[in-house]
Nanobody, 127 residues
Framework: QVTLVESGGGLVQAGGSLRLSCTASGRTFSSAEMGWFRQAPGKEREFVAAISWYGTRIYIVYADSVKGRFTISRDAARNTVYLQMNTLKPEDTAVYSC??????????????????WGQGTQVTVSS
């Protein structure tokens, strides 16, 4: 059983930064596909960023709305994926969740294809 635990959310002023962490336990992924998604009140879950690794090959993709501001990365030794969020905007306010799946070599932006989910962490950006 894989468990994902997010941390790092909080309240920040517009223009500020936060770093979210997602730590996996239960197994070590030598290859996997992991993503960050967010959901604001009254809105559908939205793709934010994803990272996939297959041995030494790494692929990263971002939503257009966060490109240039957010950076996804991975620390294999800690079994952790990070989301560094800079230049935050009020519209970034949402519950952020990480998700993981075994490699299926398909679209990374579809949340329905992920098998494991964290509990989510609240990010609030004040104007």
């Amino acid at each position: 059983q894989v468990t994902l635990v997010e941390s790092g959310g909080g309240l920040v002023q517009a223009g500020g930064s936060l770093r979210l962490s997602c730590t996996a336990s239960g197994r070590t992924f030598s290859s996997a596909e992991m993503g960050w998604f967010r959901q604001a009140p009254g809105k559908e879950r939205e793709f934010v960023a994803a990272i996939s690794w297959y041995g030494t090959r790494i692929y990263i993709v971002y939503a257009d709305s966060v490109k240039g501001r957010f950076t996804i990365s991975r620390d294999a030794a800690r079994n952790t994926v990070y989301l560094q969020m800079n230049t935050l905007k009020p519209e970034d306010t949402a519950v952020y969740s990480c998700a993981a799946r075994e490699p299926i070599y398909r679209e990374l932006k579809d949340p329905t294809t992920y098998s494991y989910w964290g509990q989510g962490t609240q990010v609030t950006v004040s104007s």
